[in-house]
């Protein structure tokens, strides 16, 4: 999986910047809070969230991988 550097934010960084987080999430639609130099946790626009939640585990997973693969592409609709 791609990673865009765009949206990459330290632990530390969102601990002490948040502001820093929720505006990458407002620009990308989401951003990736990396732990000890691994990604740990997705935030995601709130309004985007049924685009990447569904009813059944393999549509959710399917949405989901639909939806990093747009923000990957920059398609921020």
Known sequence: MN???KT?????EANQNFSRVSRMVEQHGSAIIFKNNVP???VVDF???DDIVSD???EATQAFWNY???I???END
């Not at 990459?8 to 530390?12: E, F, G, L």
């Open 47 to 49: 309004a985007k969230l």
């Open 72 to 74: 990957k592409n920059g």
């Open 68 to 70: 990093l693969t747009r």
């Open 56 to 58: 059944s585990e393999e």
């Open 8 to 12: 990459v934010v330290s632990m530390t």
């Open 40 to 42: 740990r946790y997705l």
């Open 3 to 5: 990673i865009d550097t």
